[in-house]
């Protein structure tokens, strides 16, 4: 999975898709001494949200519960391990740093790396991985409202687009990349996505011959002279959304496998069940026979379900009004981990409707009582719980509270109703709100800021969703503001263009600062970490000084399995104990 996608939507799991940074597929890492443990047998996980695409890398589809999936039926160059390191996988292939001046890199799949249905991992993979990430194609103008972007990926593209087309490799698996600047990202840029031959001949073409051939011919895309490249259309219409579904598809070519498991059944809403891979060896062996998921929406459910065996690892949402259950998980012999993650919930307002006055957002800002809601949903163990006061920094960044002191969050420290007022000067906006109603903390968050709202005049409707509906309405929902979360490991800086940057793969609100945008493009190509900090305390400066929206809190990540299962090892980031499946075993 492309990890250069570093920030992943949080759809209501302890951890998630902000995937993105999603990393690679099951890698190279040995799995651990277990002594006479014998590999074989299965284990159930349950997780909150519901599977609603075989494709995380899009917009729409990169949610937490869909990039998890991901990551164990996808294999890749790479992935990210629970100390946040990049581990590469040389079973699948290499990576090569070609040149510094330009800066060339070139990727090589080894021979033998192939999908479930015996087709060979190559070029035309790689090919449609850059064309998918890089934005090459597109000639949109974001401001302007013209053009077309034809894949709609979640990640930041400014990166890939680089200096022209791939340079192909005579051993039909290799492509060479050359960026027309230095690109602080770089060794977590790129990998494989969706099978070009399947994307190919659903998307009307003959076979992945004519896509090669399509990818290489089809012009670059520009803004000053849109043209509608309809073949290549077609392609990236079908990438975007050919792989969303709740069940499982009767043609098995849309799921297959590059990873050591494989999608066997799917109960739409319910459950999704995965066996091994016989056929992988480009990468560890795992160590079960099969992996099940059960969609649980709420801690109780989740608590329940571990305690009655019906599952082995649970990994909810922690809540002060579900604090108690996990000491008494602990008590019946589970082992229970919480832990800060790399990510945050906030509300956002879209740039549009009643939100198109920058003074009707401010005074809804200043109605939202953050405290109360960090408080609600953090709860123990936590202590002196505060509000997140940057869109860029967590906590413990040592930039953080340098930052905080200037960026102008001190503005909504305090809900200022009467403030709020002032501003509307006697309107009274309706506000629709999105956000995931199966998910109690946003749930909740979303009572508070109605009721307080209230107070100033604005209506709040309740526009929230199910958990298997409300990621994809975020594009193309009806809505003034959503509530969210992010989740990304500390990997790189694309995660803030993603979100940010006009025209960005995650910026559904529309947000467009040209200062900021010139921030970002700086950053993409600034490997100095120092410089780095600078250039995203001036971005969280400007985006505080749009009234974008409030970060709310950093979410807390939660574990709890039997002892009946080992090899389960929790990261901060969107995977959570989801890096390692390989290494989960029975004991």
Request: proline residues 6%; charged residues 20%.
């Amino acid at each position: 999975m492309p990890l250069r996608r570093l920030i992943q939507l949080i759809t209501g799991a302890a951890a998630a898709a902000l995937v993105i940074s999603g990393c690679s597929g099951g890698g190279g890492a040995a799995p651990v001494a277990v002594g006479e443990t014998k590999r074989g047998g299965s284990a159930t996980v349950a997780e909150v949200n519901a599977f609603t695409s075989f494709n995380p890398f899009s917009a729409a589809g990169n949610t937490d519960i869909n990039t998890k999936i991901g990551h164990i039926t996808h294999s890749g160059f790479y992935y990210v391990d629970n100390t946040e390191q990049v581990i590469r996988n040389e079973k699948f292939g290499r990576i090569e740093k070609v040149s510094d001046r330009p800066l060339k890199v070139k990727y090589t799949v080894n021979e033998g790396v192939k999908w479930s249905d015996g087709e060979a991992i190559d070029t035309g993979d790689l090919l449609l991985a850059w064309a998918a990430g890089s934005g090459y194609f597109d000639d949109a103008d974001a401001r302007a409202g013209t053009g077309t972007k034809y894949f709609s990926a979640a990640s930041d593209t400014s990166g890939l687009a680089a200096t022209g087309l791939p340079e192909t490799g005579s051993d039909g698996r290799s492509i060479t990349l050359e960026y027309a600047a230095p690109y602080a990202d770089w060794e977590v840029a790129f990998d494989v996505g969706l099978p070009a031959h399947v994307v190919a001949t659903k998307s009307g073409l003959n076979d992945e011959d004519d896509l090669i051939e399509l990818i290489q011919d089809s012009p670059r895309g520009d803004a000053d002279e849109p043209a509608v490249n309809a073949p290549l259309k077609r392609v990236s219409d079908f990438w975007n959304s050919g792989f969303d579904t709740k069940t499982l598809p009767q043609d098995p070519a849309m799921y297959l496998s590059s990873g050591p498991y494989i999608v066997r059944d799917i109960v739409p809403d319910t459950s999704i069940r995965m066996v091994r891979n016989r056929d992988y060896v480009w990468g560890a062996e795992p160590y079960l026979d099969e992996v099940t998921v059960q969609f649980t929406g709420d801690v109780p459910a989740a608590a329940a379900a571990l305690s009655a065996g019906r599952a082995d690892i649970i990994a909810p949402q922690p809540s002060a009004a579900a604090e108690g259950l996990f000491e008494q998980l602990a008590t019946q012999g589970n082992t229970v981990e919480q832990y800060s993650q790399s990510g945050y919930d906030h509300l956002d307002l879209k740039f549009s409707g009643p939100f198109a006055d920058k003074a009707v957002r401010e005074a809804f800002l200043q109605t939202v009582p953050r405290q109360e809601i960090a408080e609600d949903a953090v709860g123990e163990p936590a202590t002196d719980v505060k509000p997140l006061d940057s869109h860029v920094f967590l906590p413990s960044h040592p930039k953080y509270a340098e930052t905080v002191k200037d960026n102008g969050s001190a503005k909504y420290a305090e809900v200022d109703i009467q403030g709020a007022r002032s501003q509307l000067r006697g309107a009274a906006p309706t506000i629709r709100v999105l956000y995931n109603r199966d998910n109690p903390n946003r749930a909740r968050a979303f009572s508070l800021i109605r009721d307080s709202a209230r107070l100033a005049g604005f209506t709040v409707e309740d526009a929230g969703l199910g958990n298997a509906d409300w990621a994809a309405a975020l594009s193309a929902g009806s809505y003034d503001a959503a509530i969210l979360g992010w989740v990304g490991p500390s990997v790189g800086v694309s995660r803030v263009p993603q979100i940010f940057k006009t025209g960005g793969g995650s910026n559904f609100n529309a947000f467009s600062d040209a200062e900021a945008d010139n921030a970002m493009e700086q950053l993409a190509g600034t490997p100095d970490l120092a410089k780095q900090d600078e250039l995203m305390a001036d971005i969280d400066k400007r985006v505080w000084e749009s009234a974008y929206g409030l970060p709310l809190y950093q979410t807390t990540g939660a574990v709890a399995f039997s002892p009946r299962v080992a090899g389960i090892k929790p990261s901060s980031g969107p995977l959570g104990v989801w890096w390692n499946v390989w290494e989960w075993r029975l004991k």
